[in-house]
């Protein structure tokens, strides 16, 4: 069964502390795996798209990777507005499937 | 701009009483989409659309009907054999083929759905 797993499920961050979400998926024949910011109350905001193992992309503060087996969304030298709930998700076949998110708080 | 718009942002539905949720896009994308997300699961596929006059369930197509008639507009109707119908309802488009970006889905800004 294709699944898509995130962890943590929440991860409390001061400014400036650097640290990473992690996105693990089994799927059969993954097309390509996505990252979304989701804010409260609204829909999701996509970042990046990865396609092949090894690929790697960036903007602003954050930098999105990914293995056979999982990606990572790094965020370096967090702000408060970078607080938001972070969605990954794989494309296997026609539809996308949604991991659980992770949110995180960036205090000042 | 170019974009995705639902309507209405709110929405209170009666017991039994069928609801139709808007959704349209000018961003000229072939495939259309909708989701449902409940509080601490991830979002989850109702029906999609990859081209007008056809349409496809997802994962939790029961109690919901959509159409496709425009290629900007994809509205979802939620019936009243829907048994847990409050929800975040989230509409997304993707083009199908070509480009950086294909496949991506871009989303919304979703309807909440309440049953008094």
């Known amino acids: 069964e294709d699944q898509v797993t995130q962890s943590p499920e929440a991860l409390r961050l001061q400014e400036g502390e650097s640290s990473s979400l992690n996105c693990s998926y089994t799927?059969?024949?993954?097309?390509?795996l996505f990252w979304y910011r989701q804010d409260p109350g609204k829909g999701p905001e996509f970042l990046f798209t990865?396609?092949?193992a090894g690929e790697e992309k960036e903007k602003e503060r954050l930098k999105a990777t990914l293995t056979k087996k999982e990606s990572f969304l790094h965020i370096t030298a967090p702000k408060p507005e970078d607080s938001a709930t972070y969605l990954c998700?794989?494309?296997?076949?026609?539809?996308?499937?949604f991991g659980k998110g992770t949110t995180l708080s960036v205090s000042s | 701009d170019g974009g995705i718009t639902q309507s209405p942002k709110y929405l209170f539905r009666k017991e039994g009483q069928n609801v139709t949720l808007s959704c349209e896009q000018n961003?000229?994308?072939?495939?259309m989409y909708w989701y449902r997300q409940d509080p601490g699961q991830g979002l989850r596929l109702i029906y999609y659309s990859q081209i007008v006059n056809d349409f496809q369930k997802g994962d939790i197509a029961e109690g919901y009907s959509v159409s496709r008639e425009k290629k900007e507009s994809f509205p979802l109707t939620v019936t009243s054999a829907q048994k847990n119908p409050t929800a975040f309802y989230l509409c997304?488009?993707?083009?199908?083929?070509?480009?950086?970006?294909?496949?991506?889905?871009?989303f919304g800004p979703g309807t909440r759905l309440t049953v008094l």
């Open positions: 799927v059969s024949g993954l097309r390509g």
């Open positions: 961003l000229n994308h072939d495939a």
């Open positions: 998700a794989v494309l296997a076949g026609t539809a996308l499937i």
């Open positions: 990865l396609y092949s």
């Open positions: 997304a488009s993707s083009i199908v083929i070509g480009g950086a970006n294909r496949d991506t889905q871009y």
